[in-house]
């Protein structure tokens, strides 16, 4: 098989994530405070200023000032090299990584076209499902690894799901339902997504059933009325919908 992960260092993609997190901000954050968590991992006098610059382009030039400060002088030969090493360990391991998430969604792996996967100097890994998705420069082939998972897994969750459920439940409780299975590839399901809150409820329920099979899994999650907005829980769907036949889909 055909190397299907391609990883890459881009400045302009990382920069973009900054950009992306401290000032456009992602649609759904989950209950996650977006300036707290940040400030576990760069310097309040970085952050407010790029938060409140005038315009993007601002803000750019006050990240590469940021960066130009404290990379190391090797930084370019250090990553290059990373991205040598992730592109032969993911090819050596994509096939577990394939059947991992084959196993779990009792699906074909339908994404046989190149995905690309670039390194960001940011803590928050963004997804452009299905071509892209984010890991860290600084992780190490294991930590690849699992966010390799967790993306895949929200990439089958979309291939696969998407469509029988966006007519019953709204945009956000999807988003939310998609955050609390990446617990089944988690190496550490009891700290997986501990800072957003909106998801944790959903993801216990995931934990308890982890070994039913998904479709049992996503139902047992609906009928519990844990997916509510403004406390109001949703309708459930009953049983008809995972009875389905889904041979079609792959």
């Not at 890459?8 to 968590?37: H, P």
């Not at 100097?121 to 190490?140: G, H, I, L, Q």
Request: charged residues 25%.
């Amino acid at each position: 098989m055909d190397n299907i992960f391609y990883v890459s260092y881009s400045y302009s993609q990382d920069l973009n994530n900054y950009i992306r997190q401290l000032r456009n901000n992602t649609k759904y954050q989950y209950g996650m405070d977006v300036l707290e968590m940040s400030k576990k991992y760069f310097p309040e006098e970085f952050l407010l200023p790029v938060i409140n610059a005038a315009s993007n382009t601002h803000a750019e030039s006050l990240v590469l000032n940021y960066w130009r400060k404290i990379r190391d002088k090797n930084f370019d030969d250090v990553v290059t090299k990373k991205v040598e090493e992730f592109n032969q360990f993911l090819y050596n391991n994509q096939s577990q990584i394939i059947n991992t998430l084959e196993d779990i969604y009792k699906n074909k792996f339908p994404f046989l076209n190149k995905i690309n996967i670039f390194l960001t100097t940011f803590y928050r890994c963004p997804y452009n499902y299905p071509n892209w998705f984010m890991s860290y420069v600084d992780c190490n082939n294991e930590k690849l690894k699992e966010v390799t998972l967790h993306e895949m897994n929200h990439f089958m969750f979309y291939y696969y799901w998407q469509k029988k459920l966006k007519t019953k439940i709204n945009e956000k409780q999807l988003e939310c339902l998609k955050e609390a299975l990446a617990v089944l590839t988690s190496s550490d399901p009891d700290n997986e997504n501990r800072y957003k809150p909106e998801v944790l409820p959903i993801q216990n329920i995931v934990k308890e059933n982890k070994d039913k099979p998904i479709r049992e899994v996503i139902n047992l999650v609906i009928k519990s009325g844990v997916l509510s907005d403004n406390g109001k829980s949703i309708i459930s769907l009953g049983d008809k919908l995972f009875k389905s036949d889904y041979s079609g889909l792959y």
